[in-house]
Every structure is written in structure tokens, then in C-alpha cells.
């Protein structure tokens, strides 16, 4: 099946660092990625959907500046949490699209964001 | 309401069936997921339907649909201590260039000897 690899697994770091976070297909061409957030012992929220060459689309409340994404191929997208702080830390799960409707998304394993 | 909606927690006895329901929001979804999540770990897609669709079975998992009532059920036949987890729903809407799609608030399914 598709597969997709998200790197880091684990960031434990600073607080005021930045920290990249990417998402790769491995074996399909991604015309969409999708950026999701995820508190303990709750569900996943969408922050934003970043298509290949153009600008990522961030759901409401998602600060853009502060979580910047790139999507400059059909293999790759990257999150960016800018200038870290403790309530950034979380569990984000990225996402990949064919653009195929009617093929599920493939998710990858998910990183698990702890800023001291 | 505006939420997917699952209960929270379940248990059942190992060799049990177990039954995980969901109400969802948007008539309009085109597919309906199942979703399985370990502890630290991502989401492993378990089935999904069509929205034209009342039932998709797949070996141990049974999906039912019933679009009347946006609600959707997955039943997994003798369950095992390996299918304790977070079970998620997920609806999709498409937006043009791929499908977006809505989680449920997730069920825990507990699984005793």
C-alpha cells in the first residue's frame, strides 16, 4: 500500500527554537498534504492543507505565520513550528493525497513535539 | 450538532464482538472512514464506505450506513487484545483538489481477558 514517512518521530527542544517537521510520500505523487494536530487523549484537527506550488489554506484559528508549511514538490511537505513554546507541544500527523477522490488519504506516523 | 460524534470508551471480553458507532454531520460526505490509532503512534486506515453504500464487510470488520440518520457503525467479530485502541471516524468532503476530512472524537476500545 502507499506509504508515507513522517520525520522526526520525537522532538523534545527549547523553547524559541524552530522546529521542521517533514512528510514524504514515498510511492504516489501528493497534489495534497494535509497538516493535523492532535491534543492527548483527543482527536485530530485539521490546521491547514498545503497543495504543490501554491500556498497552504489554514483552517481558522491557525496562526500561519507561526506554523509554516511548504509543499515545493510532489513528494514533500514541511511543517515549521516557528519559535516554539510550551503550548505548541503536541502530536502532528501529516497526510497525503493522489487527488484522487475516491483513494483514502495515507498517514504517516506522526511526530510527537515537547518544547521545555 | 456540528461534531462527529463517537461514546468514549468501550470494553468487551476478548472473542466478543464489539461495536463502535458514530454520528456524523454533512449528508453530503462522499466516503466514511475507519481509522485505528495505537498509543505514540499515527493512524492505520482500517475500511472505509461509500456514501451510496449500507454495509462493507472485510474479513473481522463490518461496516454499516445508515445515511437517513448519519450514522455509521463498525463492528469488529471476535475481538482480540491486539484491536484495543482509539477508533476514529472520519468524513470526507471534497474541496476541489482532494477530499478534507472531519474526525470523530474517538472511542476507546478496551479489550479484557
Known amino acids: 500500500g502507499a506509504v508515507v514517512s513522517q520525520h522526526p518521530s520525537r522532538v523534545i527542544c527549547k523553547s524559541g527554537t524552530s522546529v521542521k517537521i517533514e512528510c514524504r510520500s514515498l510511492?504516489?505523487?501528493?497534489?495534497?498534504m494535509f497538516w493535523y494536530r492532535q491534543f492527548p487523549k483527543q482527536s485530530l484537527m485539521l490546521m491547514a492543507t498545503s497543495n504543490e506550488g501554491s500556498k497552504a489554506t489554514y483552517e481558522q484559528g491557525v496562526e500561519k505565520d507561526k506554523f509554516l508549511i511548504n509543499h515545493a514538490s510532489l513528494t514533500l511537505s514541511t511543517l515549521t513550528v516557528t519559535s516554539a513554546h510550551p503550548e505548541d507541544s503536541s502530536f502532528y500527523i501529516c497526510?497525503?493525497?493522489?487527488?484522487?477522490?475516491?483513494?483514502?488519504?495515507?498517514f504517516g506516523d506522526g511526530t510527537r513535539l515537547s518544547i521545555l | 450538532g456540528e461534531d462527529v460524534e463517537q461514546s468514549l470508551f468501550l470494553s468487551v471480553r476478548e472473542g466478543d464482538s464489539s461495536v463502535i458507532n458514530c454520528t456524523y454531520t454533512?449528508?453530503?460526505?462522499?466516503?466514511l472512514y475507519w481509522y485505528k490509532q495505537e498509543p505514540g503512534a499515527g493512524l492505520q486506515l482500517l475500511t472505509y464506505i461509500f456514501s451510496n453504500m449500507d454495509m462493507k464487510q472485510d474479513q473481522r470488520l463490518t461496516v454499516l450506513l445508515n445515511k437517513k440518520d448519519k450514522h455509521l457503525s463498525l463492528r469488529i467479530a471476535d475481538t482480540q487484545t491486539g484491536d484495543s485502541a482509539i477508533y476514529f471516524c472520519?468524513?470526507?468532503?471534497?474541496?476541489?483538489?482532494?477530499?478534507?476530512?472531519?474526525f470523530g472524537t474517538g472511542t476507546r476500545l478496551q479489550v479484557t481477558l
Open positions: 510511492d504516489f505523487q501528493a497534489t495534497t
Open positions: 497526510s497525503a493525497s493522489s487527488g484522487d477522490f475516491n483513494q483514502p488519504q495515507h
Open positions: 454533512d449528508s453530503s460526505s462522499t466516503y
Open positions: 472520519a468524513e470526507s468532503k471534497n474541496t476541489g483538489t482532494a477530499s478534507k476530512l472531519t
